[in-house]
């Protein structure tokens, strides 16, 4: 069945770095584009970065510069690379596959400390 499973989560202090990576199985990974969301305690669910199924990157405002999402379709995995992390970055990280979603994972954390 469909499934994703994110790690590399984990507590940095602010300035350090996180890779992230999501493995996915279930469906044809190469063929969709897939995005990292973000979700901070009492916020909503955000769209951190997507990449299309060519390979075509987009970020959201905050994190450009930072942060860079890619994938290896030989291992149908996904990665966000977070460079100079900040407090603000501080969420629940998960992967989704877009434009259809799929049933999300349990996500994984990451907490940056001032």
């Known amino acids: 069945q469909v499934q994703l499973v994110e790690s590399g989560g984990g507590l940095v202090q602010a300035g350090g770095s996180l890779r992230l990576s999501c493995a996915a199985s279930g469906f044809t990974f190469s063929s969709w584009g897939m995005s990292w969301y973000r979700q901070a305690p009492g916020k909503q669910r955000e769209v951190v970065a997507t990449?299309?199924?060519?390979?075509?990157?987009n970020y959201r405002d905050s994190v450009k510069g930072r942060f860079t999402i890619s994938r290896d379709n030989t291992k149908n995995t996904l990665y966000l690379q977070m460079n100079s992390l900040k407090p603000e970055d501080t969420a629940v990280y998960s992967c989704n596959r877009f434009p259809l979603e799929v049933a999300w994972g349990q996500g994984t954390q990451v907490t940056v400390s001032s």
């Open positions: 990449i299309t199924s060519g390979g075509s990157t």
